[in-house]
């Protein structure tokens, strides 16, 4: 029989699940993992990687467009069907063989199936289609981790479920290009799908609440919307959807509130998540299905109350804890915890002051986040207003990237700007934002600023190589004024 007695048992196999498993078996204890679906979870196969891949071959093509030489080079259009190659690839042809063999080669134990907390440092694991159908039932020594990652949101819009929509599954993993797109939602998703189905060729028709990318500068949104409506999406940016329905040759019909009817042959619903708990057996701890898990900053499950769920060998980590749902912010969050499980079983110190090894500090103050539309925007920590409503005194500057000598260089007629937020009080800066062609990776120079808490008369000695975008950080400094 095989063993069902671990230190750590780990619920979920996504990136952040099986980071925590990693770290657990670094820290020499012993760790199991249960999943329900593909090892790797959601990034690897319906959302990171395959939409990234969708959007990689327009962003070359704008790139060479950009520039009179490379133009004459272009002879033809995207292959859609080529993009669409590569992608399965990039989704590992939905096969997760490559995933589970280095899951086992870390030393963690799989189990297939649905986990579900059947008690205290208990989890049994459930058949996925039939949940009385109790496989295994395994115990923990040490800590139980949920990892289960979070799904598409539907909302209750009539009519929408019978439509059979897309949700970003679909979106991520089509092998056809619809002729007409109807996107809800304005967020990152529908931005990013905005943008890749409009280069693969489709006609998208965005329908947002709250307008394009309503957690980002204002300036960087507009710069995003003006290129979707140059690119030929139909905006519907403050609307409401009232109505759908798909008839019975398939076209589906989008009413908003105000009375327009948006004509389409697939529609996508990126309209925020939901976390992945309503069958994790919550029930069992006090706690209600199907809501996110809030956590202490040691990623212990808490209630209502901020009272540690079973006396504290319960946590969380990822999407599910709705604290930055972000690949990479999950994974921080897995190191950390995992180390401070390994910590806790084995009696070392545990650092949970600000920044210290066992803190998520960069999740609260450093938030990191590319979105890979046209233009791209690159977010780090917080906005003006964000920094402002955290009862911060800050003053912000902006400038244009397009005369900046490297941005100019990198392609013709350049279009970009940037920002920086800085904590007036600390002479630190707490955000920055930058929205242009190829600004992706300038986000690793502000993360390490607002991380470092560099104080900005140090910043003036990180000189930005001439001629890069980079200089865009010496054109903010100099416009934010150096004093003495
Ligand atoms: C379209 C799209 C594009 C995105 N692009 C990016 C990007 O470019 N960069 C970025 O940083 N983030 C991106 N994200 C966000 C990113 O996908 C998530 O933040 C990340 O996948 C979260 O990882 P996770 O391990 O917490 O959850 P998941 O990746 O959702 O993994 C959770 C795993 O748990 C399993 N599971 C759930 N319940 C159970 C259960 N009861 N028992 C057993 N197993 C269970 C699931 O099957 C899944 O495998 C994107 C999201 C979407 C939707
Ligand atoms: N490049 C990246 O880093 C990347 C890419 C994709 C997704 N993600 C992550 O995935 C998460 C989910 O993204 P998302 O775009 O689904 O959610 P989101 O919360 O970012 O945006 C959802 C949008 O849908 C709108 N909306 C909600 N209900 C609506 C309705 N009934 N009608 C019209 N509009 C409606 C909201 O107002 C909001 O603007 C994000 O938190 C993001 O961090 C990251």
């Not at 450093?366 to 917080?382: K, M, N, R, Y």
């Not at 207003?385 to 500057?397: I, N, P, S």
């Not at 920055?432 to 990776?441: L, M, N, Q, R, S």
Request: aromatic share 4%.
């Amino acid at each position: 029989m095989s063993e069902t007695i671990f230190d750590v048992i780990v619920i979920g196999a996504g990136p952040v699940g099986e980071n925590v498993a990693d770290r657990i078996l670094h820290g020499g204890l012993t760790a199991a993992i249960v999943e329900r679906e593909l090892v790797g979870g959601e990034c690897s196969y319906w959302a990171c990687m395959p939409t990234k891949a969708l959007l990689r071959d327009a962003a070359a093509l704008r790139a060479a467009r950009a520039l009179p030489g490379a133009r004459q080079a272009i002879t033809g259009d995207l292959d859609a069907t080529a993009v669409l190659r590569r992608r399965d690839g990039f989704a590992s042809n939905w096969d997760d063989a490559g995933q589970v063999d280095w899951l086992e080669g870390a030393g963690v134990t799989l189990f297939r199936g649905q986990g579900r907390i059947g008690g205290e440092r208990t989890v049994d694991v459930v058949g996925v289609d039939d949940v009385d159908d109790v496989v295994t039932t395994l115990q923990a020594r040490h800590a139980v981790v949920v990892a289960t990652g979070s799904s598409a949101r539907i909302p209750a819009i009539p009519g929408l479920i019978d439509a059979r929509p897309w949700t970003s599954r679909e979106a991520a993993s089509a092998h056809t290009v619809p002729e007409r797109l109807a996107i809800i939602g304005g967020g990152v998703v529908g931005t990013e799908m905005a943008t890749a189905y409009t280069a693969l060729g489709a006609q998208v028709t965005l329908v947002s609440l709250d307008g394009i990318l309503p957690t980002v500068e204002p300036y960087a949104a507009e710069y995003v919307m003006d290129s979707l409506k140059e690119s030929g999406v139909a905006l519907h940016p403050r609307s409401e959807p009232a109505e759908v329905h798909r008839d019975e040759s398939g076209t589906v019909h989008l009413t908003l509130v105000d009375g327009t009817t948006i004509v389409s042959d697939e529609i996508l619903v990126a309209a925020g998540r939901t976390p992945n708990t309503s069958q994790l057996g919550l029930e069992h701890v006090g706690l209600t299905p199907g809501q996110w898990l809030h956590v202490d900053d040691s990623l212990r499950v808490v209630d209502a109350a901020e009272s540690t769920v079973g006396g504290g060998w319960l946590y969380a980590a990822g999407d599910v804890n709705r604290r930055a749902l972000l690949t990479h912010h999950g994974k921080y969050q897995a190191r950390a915890v995992g180390d401070l499980i390994v910590a806790r079983a084995q009696g070392t110190q545990v650092d949970l002051s600000p920044w210290g090894r066992h803190a998520v500090t960069a999740d609260d103050r450093a938030v990191t986040q590319v979105i890979f539309s046209d233009p791209e925007v690159v977010a780090v920590g917080l906005t003006l207003r964000a920094a402002t409503e955290a009862g911060l005194d800050v003053r912000a500057v902006e400038h244009d990237l397009d005369a900046v000598a490297g941005a100019a260089l990198h392609a013709d007629g350049y279009h970009g700007r940037a920002s920086m937020v800085v904590d007036q009080a600390r002479n630190v800066i707490v955000g920055f934002t930058a929205v242009g062609p190829d600004v992706a990776e300038l986000v690793q120079a502000a993360a390490i600023a607002i991380a470092g808490e560099v104080p900005l008369d140090r910043l003036w000695h990180a000189v930005p190589a001439y001629p890069t975008v980079s200089e865009i950080w010496l054109r903010l400094l100099e416009t934010y004024g150096r004093e003495g």
